[in-house]
């Protein structure tokens, strides 16, 4: 018998049909067909129950390099992976979200922010932005940014499908010096430019709509200089603006993995710190 739409019959061969998966863990949102649990702290994504062969898509970000100081670069996002297609069954995965690189003190040594973890997916912290004399660029998800101090002027790189490098700066001048900016997951850093006096801007981060809107993250931070010079703007997606003179660089947005800014070049002054990572687990309901 049909009508309606549907087969009687049909339905009468599955009476108590549920194909859906059983999870528990994080904070839990739908939009549409999907089920979302989203964790802006480590913890649990406990699969209760699970039909075969099911799978999720996910987004790992961990946490951003902090901003180097005295002329610091702008610090590296964390890496960025998403996907769809994940296999789970029904147990216990933990997730870790990574901590955002801690703030520097002056001419001290940047930090790099912390791996992000789900199933077998591991995003890898962002590098720290390069800093006062004697403390040195990171490498991570997304490569620190330069200073203009030799020999630790070097590039951060980061990793091919996480994020991007950061950018180089401007030479060793006596008179005025600019940080470049940090990689973001979207795009690298900017170089800095002695010529016109201007620290690089973070690269721009990606956009993800797997809370059911987009939502850009894992910016870059921008360049740290002179005062009376341009500083680096974060990278679209929370990366934190470098600063001039005394000021510390801004940290990074919490929860978005974007990398942390650079400082000026006056004594006491210090990198901001990175924004923690995220991680965030959706399936069809």
Not at 221 to 246: K, Q, W
Request: net charge negative; hydrophobic share 25%.
């Amino acid at each position: 018998m049909t009508g309606f739409g549907y087969n009687i019959n049909t339905l009468g061969a599955y009476p108590n049909r549920d194909v859906s998966i059983d999870a528990s863990g994080g904070t839990v949102t739908t939009s549409g067909d999907y089920t979302i649990h989203s964790f802006t702290s480590s913890g649990t994504f406990t699969v209760n129950s699970a039909p075969a062969d099911s799978t999720v898509e996910y987004l790992v970000i961990a946490g951003g390099g902090s901003g180097g100081s005295d002329h610091g670069g702008g610090g590296g996002a964390g890496g960025y992976r998403t996907a769809t297609g994940l296999a789970i069954s029904a147990q216990a995965y933990t997730i870790t979200v990574g901590a955002g690189g801690a703030t520097t003190s002056y001419i001290g040594q940047a930090n790099n922010g912390s791996n992000s973890v789900f199933s077998s997916i591991t995003s890898t912290g962002g590098g720290c932005g390069g800093g006062g004399s004697g403390t040195a660029v990171g490498n991570g998800g997304s490569g620190g940014a330069a200073k203009p101090y030799a020999p630790y002027n070097g590039v951060g790189t980061g990793i091919s499908g996480q994020g991007h490098n950061g950018g180089t700066s401007s030479s060793d001048e006596s008179s005025h010096r600019e940080g470049g900016g940090g990689g973001g997951a979207g795009a690298v850093g900017v170089n800095s430019t002695y010529a016109t006096g201007a620290a690089g801007n973070g690269g721009a981060g990606s956009a993800s709509s797997i809370t059911g809107s987009s939502v850009t993250r894992a910016g870059g931070g921008g360049g740290g200089c002179s005062v009376g010079f341009t500083l680096g703007i974060g990278g679209a997606g929370g990366g934190g603006n470098g600063v001039t003179g005394s000021s510390a660089g801004n940290a990074g947005t919490v929860n978005s993995g974007s990398g942390g800014g650079g400082s000026g070049g006056v004594s006491a002054s210090t990198g901001g710190a990175g924004g923690s990572g995220i991680v965030i687990v959706r399936y069809l309901t």
